[in-house]
Each structure stands twice: as C-alpha cells, then as structure tokens.
C-alpha cells in the first residue's frame, strides 16, 4: 500500500539504489563530479578557474591542513609519557567517530586557533577522557566559535568573583534612587511655588542631602567598577561595541555565558558572567 502514490520511475530508482555495491556507488559520484565539472567549465570565463579551486585546489588545501593537524598533534601527544596516555580510549568505536569528525572540522577551517584548539581536545580525551558525548558537544561549541570568543571566555574566567557585576548592580540602583530622589525634589518645589512660599519645606533640605550622599556613592561606585571592567567592555577586545554585543549575545545563546541584566534592571548582555560549561571549555583547552 505505501507504494501506490509512487511513480514507476521513483520505484526503480530507489531498488536500484537499494541494490548497488560500494564501487557502483563510487562510480556514480565520479560520474556525478564529472558532470559538474562539465557544467562549470560552460561558464565563460571563470569556468575553469572555479574547477581548480573548487575540486583540485581546495582539494589540496584539506588534505594540507590534515597533514600539519597530525603533525602537530604527533609533536604535541610526544610531550608526554606512554603511562600518562589512555591506550584503552584508542580502541573504542566511539573514539574512533570522534577522530574522524575533529579531521572533517580540521579540514574545513581556516583558522589556526581552532585547529590548535580541536589538537588539545583530542589530546585530553587520551589523557584526560571525558565522556565521549560531553565531549562531542565542545567539539561542536569550538567549531561554531568566531575566533574573538576564545580571548572573552578567557578573560571572563579569570575575571574574579563577581565583583564587576556586583558593583556595576549597586551602580544602577543608586542611580535609580538619585533619579527618585531628584524626582521628588522636583515635585516639591513645584508645589511650593505653586502656593508661593518663600520658605520652603525642611524635608527639600534632607532630599538634598541624600541626592549629595547618592551622588559620592555613583562616583565610588563608577571607580569601582572601571577597576574591573576590563573583560566587560568592546575596547579591551579592539572591535566595535556593536560587534562586541552581538558576540556576547552569541555565547549567551550557546550557554557559555549567563546574562544576569534582569536581575539589576540592566541593558540586556551588559551584566555577564562565564556559565560552568564555559568554564568546562577553556579549560579543557587549557
């Protein structure tokens, strides 16, 4: 019954596919390549150019970034002792799928600080094994990285405790008290000009003595928090702050950084801090 609604045609294609042997697939890839490169090479002028770089080149260039990859990781893996290495690790299927999927990614990146970072996770699960699929999950966090994520989660983690976010918490409430305060003020003497008394209310002096009070502490508080803010802020990093949001807003997303604006009535991805599996990351990297 599930094939009345396929077409003749669809049905032979699918028990011919059903029945083909490895080599007949892989010369129906050749055959598929071939035709591509056919196609391509009608483009004027830039036909053949493509195909040099999209099938011998770029070819070329993977193979390239496998072979430095192993060789790094050879050199690197030689630092330490037979009885440090998890031999065992080597041996199971799902270190096996691991492997090969920290080569595909190689083999598609250009950027050296990922690659440096895919050698010392593989390195650590044959000195430091940590469950495969936990494992799995950096691996895809590393790939998904823009390279100016790595230098914020290293700054954060060694950011301190806190301090930044709370004193940065206390500044935004003594700034909603003074704007409270001076809103206060403002309506009182209002309503002293109103009835036209000269002399005023005694509570205006105690408004302005808790503004003045409020302002000393805003001041401390700006001094406190610009002696931490150095992993907080776009300039340290040297991008635009637009960019700088949009690469926090990124981590947050992936968990790697917890957003705790809401909890001071803060700009959202201005108050963060690094999540346990950001931590987990740099440190395996480390």
Do not use: W
């Amino acid at each position: 019954m599930a094939c009345i609604n396929k077409s003749p045609v669809s049905m032979y294609l699918e028990l011919v596919k059903k029945h083909m042997t490895v080599k007949d697939k892989k010369v129906a890839t050749e055959v598929g390549i071939s035709t591509i490169k056919g196609l391509i090479s009608a483009i004027p002028f830039v036909g053949g150019a493509i195909n040099e770089f999209a099938f011998e080149a770029r070819g070329r260039l993977k193979q390239e970034r496998i072979n430095s990859f192993i060789i790094s990781l050879s050199e690197y893996i030689g630092q330490f002792k037979d009885d440090e290495l998890n031999i065992e690790e080597i041996k199971k299927e799902e270190f096996g799928d691991f492997f090969e999927e920290v080569i595909i990614k190689v083999s598609k990146t250009r950027s050296e600080v990922k690659k440096e970072a895919f050698k010392i996770l593989l390195a650590n699960q044959l000195l430091r094994p940590k469950d495969i699929e936990y494992a799995e999950i950096l691996l895809e966090l590393i790939n998904s990285l823009q390279e100016r994520q790595i230098p914020i989660l290293n700054n954060l983690i060694d950011s301190g405790d806190g301090l930044y976010i709370d004193y940065s918490g206390q500044l935004i409430q003594n700034k909603n008290i003074l704007k409270d305060l001076e809103n206060q003020i403002k309506d009182k003497c209002q309503y002293f000009d109103s009835i036209e008394d000269t002399y005023g209310d005694p509570e205006i002096n105690d408004y302005e003595s808790k503004i003045e009070s409020t302002k000393k502490e805003i001041e401390r508080l700006k001094e406190k928090v610009a002696e931490f803010e150095t992993p907080f802020v776009a300039k340290t990093y040297d991008i635009p702050i637009y960019e700088f949001y949009y690469l926090i807003q990124d981590l947050c997303n992936k968990g790697l950084l917890i957003d705790n604006g809401m909890k001071y009535n803060a700009e959202p991805y201005t108050l963060f801090e690094i999540s346990q599996l950001g931590i987990d990351l740099i440190n395996t990297l480390k």
